[in-house]
């Protein structure tokens, strides 16, 4: 938590000072109980995604913007917020565009607007397949697979295997 300073002035009441004390409120933040926000979730998602499809360890990436492993994992979790200048360098060691950590933001997930200030469940960005490490991983080893026709079969079987979804 972060409290400021508190500041002490001199009230003169007659003629004997009186010291009146003035105490700040704490500043606005999220609280220890409090869950992220839904936005923080994704950009720390779409991090995760990036390292992943490039390979870096959050070790890695830690020390390539100056951070420990520990950060960055706050950070794909969305326990931290990413500021703007720190997106930045993201952006650049994950070679992507900064607009890169908002795509996908899902609308028909997003609330409705009579819902005022009320926020999506976290849930929702946590239960995308394609942001799991799995998914990640699989298409990388298909398009390992340097026979056309060997990858094609491999998909035709994932897609049989699936419930028989038909051809396009």
Known sequence: MVYSTTSFRCLCEGDRPKMAMQQQTRRPGRRKGDKPNPIDIHVGSR??????????????????????????????????????????????????????????????????????????????????????RETVELVSAYYKIDDPALRRRLFELARALAGGVERA
């Open 47 to 132: 991090v995760r995604l990036r390292r992943n499809m490039l390979g870096l360890s959050q070790e890695k990436l830690g020390e390539a913007i100056g951070l420990t492993f520990q950060q960055v994992q706050k950070y794909e979790r969305g326990a931290n917020r990413i500021g703007a200048s720190r997106l930045h360098d993201l952006s650049r060691v994950l070679d992507v565009p900064v607009s890169f950590f908002f795509d996908d933001m899902d609308p028909v997930r997003a609330p409705a607007i009579p819902a005022g200030f009320a926020e999506p469940a976290a849930d929702a960005f946590d239960s995308d397949p394609l942001r799991r």
